[in-house]
């Protein structure tokens, strides 16, 4: 059974950092991508940044140079590194992972709070 754990969250001030993490096991597929969706209350659930396999990113726009999104293949680990974080960073953040096709299944974490205060 596939599990994704995430660590990392918590309160900070605006204008600080968090470095989220989420270790990926029991897979027995190929991951096509992993990467980080969010969700504040209120709002639907969108991407923050995510990574392919061959390690291309794309991040959503409201987070661009403020957030990196890595992975450790090894460990089957990704990270976000979230800087320069703004109260509108305020959200439940869902790591997330996607096989390759023609599955693409997909595959979520439980969800960690990230909250910024101003």
């Known amino acids: 059974q596939v599990h994704l754990v995430e660590s990392g969250g918590g309160l900070v001030q605006a204008g600080g950092s968090l470095r989220l993490s989420c270790a990926v096991s029991?897979?027995?597929?190929?991951?096509?991508?992993m990467g980080w969706y969010r969700q504040a209350p209120g709002k639907q659930r969108g991407l923050v940044a995510r990574?392919?396999?061959?390690?291309?990113?794309n991040y959503a726009d409201s987070v661009k140079g403020r957030f990196i999104i890595s992975k450790d293949n090894a460990e089957n680990t990704v990270y976000l590194q979230m800087n320069s974080l703004k109260p509108e960073d305020t959200a439940v953040y869902y790591c997330w992972i996607i096989s390759t096709p023609p599955a693409n299944t997909q595959f979520w974490g439980q969800g960690t709070q990230v909250t910024v205060s101003s």
């Open positions: 990574i392919t396999s061959d390690g291309n990113t």
């Open positions: 029991g897979v027995r597929f190929s991951i096509n991508a």
